[in-house]
């Protein structure tokens, strides 16, 4: 059996100075706010090519941290309406659902499967304050063309990096791209903790500094609250975790590109759809996403095979229980993905032999 993903395999790569970072962490008697969060968030910032980085306990609290300091900062209030894509993980929603303001879902490119700025300038209304660029899969979404709207309208514009650590659009990195960006390190994202964690980034002081308040409690000095705010960590634990993977991102991104290039030059089979890489910039391949028309009968055969894929995702949001006031609207590219898309196993320690074996069997596949 081919696992879909391998985390075991995975941090077996960096096991002893994993456990050498942890032993250091527990051993020091400080959890929280301390000397390993702080050289995460400098070691981050610089990676991403912004000013600053703070730590938050997950990648949902990161987006919701953005939306929760601009309406401090009075630039977003309550029922302000966001844009963000309807193919994307459930948590871009929640976030701006959490915060009181209106999702408004647009359509994707059915070639990059990322929001499709057409889409995203015909949903905008004298209500639209912000979008929600999501660089789905690793691949960075067409900032270009949503910069342009956004300054066009006077917008605040978001990345939803969750899925592109080290992802590039025109040599800048995923996480420089926009007013702040959201970062997700659960453990199966390209960076990965050994539990929740997330990150904001941003070039903007003042973000920065609401920001480090609101998941303060909104308190930036003991006992005085500035903010109402939430409780919001990233454990010095985890973060000695990341201090030990961040070295290991880039060869990491590497690794899956030369995979996924090993599966682009050699899947051949008609009925099968390869994802289109731009040339705008680094691809992570967080996923390795492929279409199909008889999908459910090609996960069928592979699952047969030993081969385990996964769905990313079944169900676009606005056709989600949890949004079911949208259950009318039509958004016809979201919706054909959900019916043919499938995530192939990808990732830094999948074996020749294995990717071998998935490719031969893809290419055997008969309707
Ligand atoms: C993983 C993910 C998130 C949420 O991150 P958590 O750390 O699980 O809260 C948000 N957006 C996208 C696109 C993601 O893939």
């Given at each position: 059996m081919i696992p879909f993903l391998d985390l075991k395999r995975e941090n077996a790569t960096c096991l002893t100075e994993l456990q050498d970072a942890m032993c250091r962490v527990s051993e020091?008697?400080?959890?929280?706010?301390?000397?390993?969060?702080?050289?995460f968030e400098e070691q981050f910032a610089t990676f991403c090519g912004v000013k600053y980085a703070i730590g938050v306990a997950n990648g949902l609290d990161a987006l919701r941290l953005i939306l929760l300091a601009y309406k401090?900062?009075?630039?977003?209030?309550?029922g302000d309406e966001v844009i963000l894509p309807a193919n994307t993980f459930i948590a871009t929603a929640l976030a701006v659902s959490a915060c009181n303001l209106t999702p408004v879902f647009a359509d994707c490119d059915i070639k990059t499967?990322?929001?499709?700025?057409?889409?995203?300038?015909?949903?905008?209304?004298?209500?639209t304050r912000a979008i929600i660029a999501v660089h789905l899969y690793g691949q960075t979404a067409d900032m270009n063309a949503l910069k342009s709207i956004s300054e066009n309208n006077k917008l605040?514009?978001?990345?939803?990096?969750?899925?592109?650590?080290?992802a590039t659009y025109h040599q800048k990195k995923a996480g420089s791209l926009?007013?702040?960006a959201a970062f997700s390190f659960y453990p199966s994202k390209n960076l990965g903790a050994l539990a929740d964690a997330g990150a904001v980034t941003t070039d903007n002081d003042e973000l920065d500094e609401v920001i480090r308040s609101l998941c303060n409690y909104g308190s930036s000095k003991k006992y005085e609250y500035q903010h109402k705010g939430i409780n919001s960590r990233m454990s010095e634990l985890q973060a000695a975790v990341l201090n030990v993977k961040l070295k290991q991102l880039d060869a990491n991104n590497l690794k899956r590109n030369q995979l996924a290039q090993n599966y682009s030059q050699h899947i051949h089979n008609n009925h099968i759809i390869k994802p289109s890489i731009s040339n705008k910039g680094e691809h992570v391949?967080?996923?390795?996403?492929?279409?199909?028309?008889?999908?459910?009968?090609?996960?069928?055969?592979?699952?047969?095979?030993?081969?385990?894929?996964?769905?990313?995702?079944?169900?676009?949001?606005?056709?989600?229980?949890?949004?079911?006031?949208?259950?009318?609207?039509?958004?016809?590219?979201s919706e054909q993905l959900q019916n043919e898309i499938l995530s192939l196993p990808l990732y830094p320690t999948l074996k020749e032999v294995e990717?071998?074996?998935?490719?031969?069997?893809?290419?055997?596949?008969?309707?």
């Open positions: 020091s008697g400080w959890y929280l706010h301390g000397e390993e969060k702080a050289l401090e900062i009075g630039r977003l209030h309550d499967y990322n929001i499709d700025p057409i889409s995203v300038q015909n949903k905008l209304t004298a209500r605040i514009l978001i990345e939803d990096a969750a899925q592109a650590h080290g926009a007013d702040a391949f967080h996923l390795y996403v492929i279409r199909c028309q008889n999908r459910d009968s090609l996960q069928a055969y592979l699952t047969k095979s030993g081969i385990q894929t996964q769905i990313h995702y079944p169900i676009p949001i606005h056709k989600q229980e949890a949004y079911k006031e949208y259950s009318k609207l039509s958004l016809p590219v990717i071998n074996y998935i490719i031969e069997s893809l290419n055997n596949w008969q309707i």
